[in-house]
Nanobody, 125 residues
């Protein structure tokens, strides 16, 4: 099991930027894919982005493609989500997740065995 702790959430105006960070501990960080999900008020949790163990491949939901960037620093055991040109629809609790293998296997929540507590992101119009 891996422990995950998110940081960097907050309030931002539409069109602005935020960067989320997620620090991992408990397993060899470079041994698994990482990702982000989010849950908006009254909506189901949804996949946002994922990155494989080396950082060589990234995956995005259509709703954030071109605006969000996922990256990782294996030396720091940290994954990031850079969010640019943000919209009010991006308002949600964002969760950092760790996969069970080196490679991303799809946006199904069941592919990610470890979850952080979540960090609130609010985008004002």
């Amino acid at each position: 099991q891996v422990q995950l702790e998110e940081s960097g959430g907050g309030l931002v105006q539409a069109g602005g930027s935020l960067r989320l960070s997620c620090a991992a501990s408990g397993r060899t960080f470079s041994g698994y894919a990482m990702g982000w999900f989010r849950q908006a008020p009254g909506k189901e949790r949804e996949f946002v982005a994922a990155i494989n163990w080396s950082g060589g491949s990234t995956y995005y939901a259509d709703s954030v493609k071109g605006r969000f960037t996922i990256s990782r620093d294996n030396a720091k055991n940290t994954v990031y989500l850079q969010m640019d040109r943000m919209k009010p629809a991006d308002t949600a609790v964002y969760y950092c997740v760790a996969g069970s293998s080196y490679y991303y296997s799809g946006p199904d929540e069941a592919e990610f065995g470890s979850w952080g507590q979540g960090t609130q992101v609010t985008v004002s119009s």
